[in-house]
């Protein structure tokens, strides 16, 4: 499975769009993107995937470039609760999804 | 609809002491089983992987070991605990072949040897 390079760490104002990028530069052709995130003392929560066009739902957007070498997860108006640590994930369809560290995004009042 | 448990919810151990970790699924059948372990402050590590009964692969070489003795059933074992194993760990399971890979997540349990 490729691997990902994202940002250790982000802040963001209460009520602004949080936009956070991640690099897969050697992600193949079967591989999705995928976007979990979690809160202190929680397991993961699955946000948002995609393969090659841009997705949305009720929680996030995640808009892949072209080339797919990188994408940026968007959540558009950033609450309290959205403080968590955010992973970008690429895998094939194979159910094994490998963890990094991680983007710890800290949204402020 | 479908839920995850793992018990217990926190542990603390000796080192050198046995350790048994359980995890259930309801309501749903055949599911793709996982444990991770989060040591303080890092990333969540896969440390096994199952697909069916008594099928389970290892991802990382350790002194523990994992069984799946029914479908809906992942117990996460050590003879021996060492102070390198306190961690957060989590029970997560899925549907082989769904596009969107989504893996659910147990409460977890918060291992701490001593």
């Known amino acids: 499975d490729a691997k990902t390079t994202q940002p250790p760490s982000m802040d963001c104002a209460e009520g602004r769009a949080a936009n956070l990028p991640c690099n897969h530069s050697?992600?193949?052709?079967?591989?999705?993107v995928y976007w979990y995130r979690q809160i202190h003392s929680q397991g993961p929560q699955y946000i948002i995937h995609?393969?090659?066009n841009n997705e949305t739902n009720e929680m996030a957007s995640l808009i892949i470039t072209e080339d797919r070498k990188s994408s940026t997860l968007i959540l558009p108006h950033a609450t309290l609760r959205d403080t968590a640590v955010y992973y970008c994930?690429?895998?094939?369809?194979?159910?094994?999804?490998?963890f990094g560290q991680g983007t710890t995004l800290q949204v402020k009042p | 609809s479908q839920t995850i448990h793992q018990w217990p919810a926190t542990l603390v151990q000796p080192v050198g002491s046995p350790l048994s970790l359980e995890c259930t699924v309801e309501?749903?059948?055949?599911?793709?089983l996982y444990w991770y372990r989060q040591a303080a402050g890092r990333g969540l590590q896969l440390l096994f992987y199952?697909?069916?009964?008594?099928?389970i692969s290892s991802e990382v070489p350790q002194n523990l070991s994992a069984s799946r003795p029914q479908d809906r059933q992942f117990i996460l074992s050590s003879k021996k605990l060492l102070l390198s194993d306190s961690g957060f760990y989590l029970c997560?399971?899925?549907?082989?072949?769904?596009?969107?890979?989504?893996?659910?997540f147990g409460p977890g349990t918060r291992l701490t040897v001593l």
């Open positions: 997560a399971w899925s549907v082989l072949g769904q596009p969107s890979n989504e893996q659910f």
């Open positions: 050697t992600i193949s052709g079967n591989e999705y």
């Open positions: 995609g393969l090659k």
């Open positions: 994930i690429v895998s094939s369809n194979t159910g094994k999804l490998i």
């Open positions: 309501g749903t059948s055949n599911p793709n």
């Open positions: 199952s697909i069916g009964i008594d099928q």
